[in-house]
């Protein structure tokens, strides 16, 4: 059974169309990514889809019920993460936590088993006020009360955003240990490390899908030579490398740069003569295997083009 089926939805805020008539699916028991920049549209499709927003076009279903007609049985299914801390700081994370399953007309020693991983990790400070706690803990505590209702479905929105590796790391952990208990999961990320963590991601740019499959999928599907460039001066790399006609797309990535080739022999070498000329230090000139962001950068420049 499908978990989400999206057709041709379309949300439009005034002249603004967040989302222009985009289709996925998604399968029941997978973790699914949606990667993209601020802007992207994937905070409005998980407010849609978890029945916070109308559509202003096309449908969407999850799990079979309609977002628009059927808002109440899938609110009984789904949990929801949202990117912004939103739970009550003035109570404490036991009251929080009491709070939701309250809602849901649970308790929490009913499904204490789905949430034990996890909230151990917290319990000790179970009196402290959710306000007081660590951006790690905030996280922890979120995704507890998303699950004390025992849902079918898991929506995160940018999940890890401001918290430190460690807490990152951790936090995937437990997001595989949620999806081998069946448990499906979509999760938005502006991470390119967490993506090879999904089944398959959606690329995501002003409202639009570039491209949907597994991670390594994607990135076979890059077309071009890619080297990493390096020298004494990152600024000047990028400028005078855009400036040649062998390049078709130079940006940075951390201390090197990521150049993209029509694939013609002795290109490196053309590239380093280049380079020497425009009186560049200490260079380096290595061919890599594309990375997903690398091939996100290649569909985003196609979609401007």
Request: proline share 3%.
């Amino acid at each position: 059974m499908l978990a989400i089926d999206v057709k041709g939805l379309t949300k439009s805020y005034g002249s603004i169309e967040a989302l222009k008539s985009v289709s996925f699916s998604v399968e029941e028991g997978e973790i699914f990514g949606l990667i993209g920049p601020d802007g992207a549209g994937k905070t409005s499709l998980m407010r849609i889809l978890t029945t916070l927003l109308y559509p202003t076009k096309g449908s969407a279903s999850v799990f079979g019920f309609d977002v628009v007609h059927d808002y109440k049985e899938i609110r009984k299914i789904c949990g929801y993460m949202p990117g912004k801390f939103s739970l009550y700081q003035d109570l404490t994370v036991e009251e929080n936590l009491d709070f939701y399953a309250s809602v849901f007309n649970t308790t929490i020693k009913e499904n204490y088993f789905l949430i034990k991983d996890i909230y151990s990790q917290i319990e000790p400070f179970k009196k402290r006020l959710a306000g007081k706690l660590s951006g790690g803990m905030k996280q922890k505590l979120a995704l507890s009360c998303a699950l004390i209702h025992k849902p079918k479905i898991l929506f995160l929105d940018e999940p890890t955003t401001g918290v430190d590796a460690v807490s990152r790391k951790e936090f995937w952990d437990m997001l595989m240990k949620l999806k081998a208990q069946g448990i499906t999961i979509v999760v938005s990320t502006p991470y390119m490390d967490e993506v090879k963590m999904c089944d398959r991601v959606v690329l995501m740019m002003k409202g639009n899908i570039l491209d949907i499959d597994k991670p390594t999928t994607i990135e076979g599907k890059y077309q071009h030579k890619l080297f990493s460039v390096v020298s004494d001066n990152l600024y000047m790399l990028i400028k005078d490398i855009r400036k040649c006609n062998i390049a078709i797309s130079v940006f940075p990535f951390g201390d090197n740069v990521h150049v993209s080739v029509k694939e013609e022999d002795g290109i490196a070498e053309k590239l380093m003569s280049l380079l020497k000329e425009k009186k560049h230090n200490n260079i380096s000139i290595k061919q890599i295997t594309p990375c997903i962001e690398d091939c996100f950068m290649d569909l985003m420049s196609e979609y401007h083009d």
